[in-house]
């Protein structure tokens, strides 16, 4: 993920998941499994109405939508994100590196499932994309490299909807402020001391 903070906004790049890629361990009710997202998964969902982009998956933090300030496409990595965010609580979050890492939300609509091993595979061929958020430190303990909860079933009979998240690696932060306002971090002077010695002492 990558963090270019500008003086009101800050625009967030990069991976909300990778396709044809296993999965760590994972756990729900039903036990543990890995899990590969199929090519073509996310390109089906987003062929499927417009998400809302959140804030650690709360529905009161809407932070952006598809066709406004948020850009969603599925590549042969996977899927790929742009978003340009002016809500106040995210920029703080940026200036302060609170920010780490992209989540996402979905039911699968469409999946196989295989064992090898005693562990059970799951291959996600078909989904409905529910949402997908930035989220902060409050919930990296839930997300240490890729991991899943389950939200609780509302009673409603529907699939309930599982969280995954990318690692946390590879997060990059740029100041496009700091540079506008000429605020440059000090140059490395090393290799001039001896000249500047020199001159001292004329």
Not at 83 to 98: F, G, L, Q, S, Y
Not at 125 to 150: G, K, W
């Amino acid at each position: 993920m990558k963090v270019n903070i500008r003086a009101d906004s800050v625009e967030i790049t990069g991976y909300v998941n990778a396709v044809a890629r296993e999965s760590r361990v994972l756990r729900d009710k039903d036990g543990y499994f890995t899990e590969t997202i199929k090519p073509g998964a996310f390109a089906r969902a987003l062929m499927r109405g417009k998400r809302k982009m959140l804030l650690n998956h709360d529905k009161e933090r809407v932070i952006g939508e598809e066709g406004e300030n948020l850009e969603l496409k599925e590549d042969a990595v996977g899927l790929y994100a742009r978003a340009v965010v002016t809500d106040p609580e995210v920029i703080d979050k940026a200036r302060n590196r609170e920010l780490r890492g992209w989540s996402f939300g979905f039911r699968p609509l469409k999946q196989s499932k295989s064992e090898s091993a005693g562990m059970e595979h799951r291959a996600i061929e078909d989904m409905e994309l529910t949402e997908v958020s930035i989220i902060d430190q409050r919930l990296l303990p839930c997300y240490s490299a890729t991991s899943v909860f389950t939200r609780a079933d509302d009673g409603s009979g529907s699939v309930p909807v599982e969280y995954r998240a990318m690692d946390f690696e590879s997060i990059e932060t740029t100041e496009e402020e700091k540079r506008a306002e000429g605020k440059h971090e000090a140059p490395d002077l090393s290799e001039y001391l001896g000249t500047i010695e020199r001159l001292k002492a004329q």
